[in-house]
């Protein structure tokens, strides 16, 4: 196998779809459900591809086509066996919520000081980990890698292939239960990070506010670097106000940082914060240039983002939900002192059997708390009859209400698509 990974260097990058050819590239045929990349090979090396590796032996039909047994597998391998080249901090990033803002968060701090590889987006499964390893290069100080997981087995796959040496999960809760089928699973899923990091010697990080988490580290005797709002946490923060962005200050033995402004909403970005802050201290980036990170991180990709127009104030959270994440952005959106707010929610996906009480969860909460509210799609339409069955339709009734000077927290999975209220709001 070896001489066939040898071809990845002899390549110029590394391509998994014809549309996105470069010259002098390794193109790897996956198969999915409904795509066969095998049958792109011979396209692949004639728009400018160096090498192709497929694994169906018919399409091997060119000198420089090479038949394995399984494309994604070599994929794979290839990824570990680049990665083991470089002996350099891999810091592997999981969790239920936020790791996609806790990976951007410390790739911002760690970039101050550091040449840093960091996923880009969301790439963070079974291919987009390998993909993102294999742009590793010598100039790379440290590897920033993000793992997502909607089944038992996931995140002791990704860790096999990228080999993490210090790891964080951001946090434990209720997603892709119809992979998980429970919380449990979701926990002794997560956790094989912590178990792979055991195997390097690696060093664990996580917030000392959290009691799940507290007790999963202690199964892993390991270097443990502590945040939260607790006082003997290594980084000690305070939130200060919400606006609705986040400001907050932190502590280190005898540095005290003055209040940060940030251009994040929700309270429960504020362990993203000192988690990027922990590790920011710990590879010895200086207070000055984490503040300065912190301060300066912009969101994308609708993720906590705010937005205002000519009538709103628009706080934009749809790129994904679970009840965990969508109980977490409420309480926060209920603390912000503002006269006028309304939530527009939107189902949350993959959550199984429990979907109808959960959704039934979040309108309580709503309820008791005296928060108008919006509800989109057919999971919250059985328990609120007064909901709109899709975003469209939501579009096509909105003539008839009213939404001006008020604060909006837009939240849903991404399958109900509320960002095409935007133009509306």
């Known amino acids: 196998m070896e001489s066939l990974f040898n071809l990845f260097y002899e ?44 694994d169906e032996l018919e399409f091997a039909n060119n000198t ?5 047994n399984n494309s994604l597998s070599y994929l794979q391998q290839l ?28 790739n911002a701090v760690l970039s101050k000081k550091f040449k840093t590889l960091c996923t880009i987006g969301n790439l963070n499964n079974h291919i987009g980990v390998p993909l993102t390893l294999l742009r590793l290069t ?10 997502g997981a909607n089944k038992p087995g996931d995140i002791a796959e990704l860790c096999a292939i990228a080999e993490p040496t210090h790891g964080i999960i951001t946090n434990i809760g209720k997603a892709h239960l119809e992979g998980f089928i429970n919380f449990e699973g979701v926990l002794k899923t997560k956790t094989e990070l912590y178990t792979s990091i055991q195997q390097k010697n690696g060093v664990l990080f996580a917030c000392m506010d959290d009691d799940i988490l507290m007790n999963a580290c202690k199964k892993h005797p390991l ?13 000690v923060g305070e939130l200060n106000y919400l606006d609705p962005f986040v400001h907050f200050s932190w502590h280190n033995h005898d540095y005290h940082s003055p209040i940060l402004h940030t251009h994040l909403v929700g309270k429960y970005n504020f362990n993203n ?5 922990s590790f920011g201290n710990i590879f010895q980036v200086t207070p000055e240039d984490i503040n300065s990170a912190i301060e300066g991180y912009v969101p994308q990709n609708n993720r906590s983002q705010v937005s205002k127009t000519e009538k709103n104030t628009i706080i934009v959270d749809c790129y994904n939900a679970n009840p965990s994440s969508m109980k977490s952005a409420l309480e926060s959106f209920v ?3 503002q006269g006028l707010k309304i939530a527009i929610l939107g189902d949350m996906l993959e959550l199984g059997s429990e979907g109808i009480s959960e959704h039934q969860g979040i309108l309580t909460f709503c309820q008791e708390n005296n928060l108008r509210y919006i509800t989109v799609g057919p999971i919250f339409q059985s328990v609120n009859k007064n909901g709109f069955l899709t975003t469209q339709d939501l579009i096509e009734q909105w003539p008839n209400l009213t939404l001006e000077n008020n604060l909006i927290l837009l939240k849903g999975s991404r399958g109900i698509a509320l960002e095409k209220l935007l133009p509306l709001l």
């Open 335 to 337: 603390e912000i002192q």
């Open 223 to 235: 270097p443990l670097i502590t945040f939260g709002n607790k006082t003997n946490s290594l980084i």
């Open 64 to 68: 420089n086509i090479f038949y394995v």
């Open 79 to 106: 990824a570990n066996y680049h990665r083991n080249k470089f002996d350099i901090p891999v810091i592997g990033i999981t969790g239920s919520n936020g790791k996609t803002s806790t990976k951007e968060l410390v």
């Open 11 to 54: 390549c110029s990058s590394i391509c998994t779809d014809t549309r996105n050819i470069q010259s002098g590239s390794l193109f790897v045929a996956l198969k999915g459900d409904h795509f066969n990349g095998n049958e792109f090979a011979l396209q692949a090396i004639e728009s400018g591809a160096t090498y192709a590796i497929v």
């Open 138 to 147: 010598k100039e790379h100080q440290i590897g920033i890698i993000e793992m």
């Open 273 to 277: 914060f000192l988690a990027a802050i």
